[in-house]
């Protein structure tokens, strides 16, 4: 089952937010994530808030119900927020949404329209899963409205495939990368997943191949996570499947990197490469550089003006929440100065253009220097114009480290 949600402090049933949260809305972007709780099967990898149809049998809950839900929860922003700005952005991520259909698509941006509104050159992205879309899914939400699609690849081995529990055949994702493509879609992005037990170097470079083959311009690449509770932690603790490797995931990162970059896909967040800054993905910028967003559906986060808070989990409990009138919001917490500014450069520093010397204190500004002096920033952008405005800048070693090096400046 999904992992637990964090703690928190209880949330209003009426959803209010603190004045000082409302306080310059509209001058920060404003997105809009809807998530979609519902999967065909469960993958042994997965960890997220998703459910299959055996797992809701017993259950009220359904994609009717849920999509209420949407509607009012979209309802419930629009009251709490006042005068809403119209979505820069909006994310239908999952679980699987394609498994809605065009229609049922297509119904989840009239929510957020009719909701919250929608910007005349909003970036609107749908996750799908390569196996439940077809030509006439793609062109039946580009006609409703999506602009951008992201499709779940993961490798093109099918013995890797077989071990996350992936059901798409190897070339599904990249034929169903060129039907978006036909169908109109100028971005498209493949998800890959490099460090899965039993991958070899030439695997991670046909997924690659494949991936320069379909001709997309955004790619997404993680490194195997093994969660706690899922079905490959469990085959991991069991002895039959070996734990991913540090020094073979760095390695992978690697590949990836030199195979993205020569074909000209350029890294922008340590994970995501684009053609170019018209590929970058709006939305996610707008988690890194601490915009405004309200999560839509069960066990979505959302936060506004330094007030995070995330729904109840069990589409059942949301829905019935909302259809009795109350917020399904399950906890929230207020961000202190010391924790945004955490965040900050927690998230800054893995974009390309990192995070602005003058956000650290003095300490960590030595500790710049010092991590710029062993080759994980960028010295030259260190130092910016003049010894002014520099920037933490993530080298490809420093890449690796990430982590390491944001304790290193907080």
């Not at 699609?149 to 490798?155: A, F, K, T, Y």
């Not at 509770?229 to 002895?239: E, K, Q």
């Not at 993205?260 to 988690?287: D, T």
């Not at 965040?343 to 204190?361: H, I, K, S």
Request: glycine fraction near 10%; hydrophobic fraction near 45%; proline fraction near 6%.
């Amino acid at each position: 089952m999904p992992s637990a949600l964090p703690d928190g402090d209880a949330a209003p049933p009426d959803g209010t937010l603190p004045e000082s949260a409302l306080r310059g809305l509209g001058r920060r972007p404003f997105g809009v994530y809807v998530h979609v709780p519902f999967c065909a099967t469960r993958c042994g990898y997965c960890d997220f808030n998703t459910y299959t149809a055996a797992e809701l049998a017993t259950s009220p809950a359904s994609p009717r119900s849920w999509l209420d839900g949407v509607r009012r929860e979209l309802e419930l922003a629009a009251r709490v927020l006042g005068d809403p700005p119209p979505a820069d952005t909006v994310f239908v991520g999952g679980g699987t949404p394609s498994l809605l259909g065009e229609k049922g698509l297509a119904d989840v941006l009239d929510a957020v329209r009719a909701g919250v509104g929608l910007a005349p050159d909003a970036e609107v992205t749908t996750e799908s899963n390569p196996e439940s879309t077809s030509p006439a899914f793609f062109a039946g939400i580009r006609e409703a409205g999506f602009t951008r699609v992201s499709l779940g690849m993961q490798s093109a081995a099918s013995h890797v495939l077989a071990v996350l529990d992936r059901t798409h055949t190897p070339g599904r994702a990249v034929a169903a990368a060129r039907e978006a493509a036909a169908a109109g879609f100028e971005h498209v992005n493949l998800d890959l997943i490099y460090g899965t037990p039993g991958e070899r170097e030439e695997d991670l470079a046909a997924s690659l191949a494949a991936v320069l083959e379909a001709g997309v311009d955004h790619v997404s690449a993680y490194a195997l996570i093994v969660e706690e509770g899922t079905a490959l932690a469990r085959r991991v603790s069991r002895g039959e499947l070996p734990a991913p490797a540090d020094d073979v995931l760095a390695q992978r990162y690697e590949q990836v990197d030199a195979a993205l970059s020569a074909a000209g896909l350029h890294w922008y967040e340590v994970s995501n490469w684009a053609a170019g800054l018209a590929a970058w993905c709006r939305h996610n910028l707008g988690y890194w550089r601490g915009a405004d967003w309200w999560g839509v559906g069960p066990g979505a986060h959302s936060h506004v003006g330094g007030v995070r808070w995330w729904n109840v989990r069990h589409p059942a409990r949301y829905s019935e929440a909302l259809a009795e009138g109350r917020s399904p919001a399950a906890a929230r917490e207020v961000l202190s100065e010391e924790e945004r500014h955490l965040e900050r450069v927690m998230l800054e520093l893995r974009l390309v253009d990192g995070l602005v010397v003058d956000a650290l204190e003095p300490e960590a500004r030595r500790e710049a220097t010092r991590a710029a002096a062993e080759g994980l920033l960028d010295a030259a952008a260190l130092e910016g114009v003049n010894g002014r405005f520099g920037r933490c800048v993530l080298t490809p070693r420093g890449r690796l480290l990430a982590d390491a090096v944001v304790r290193r400046l907080t």
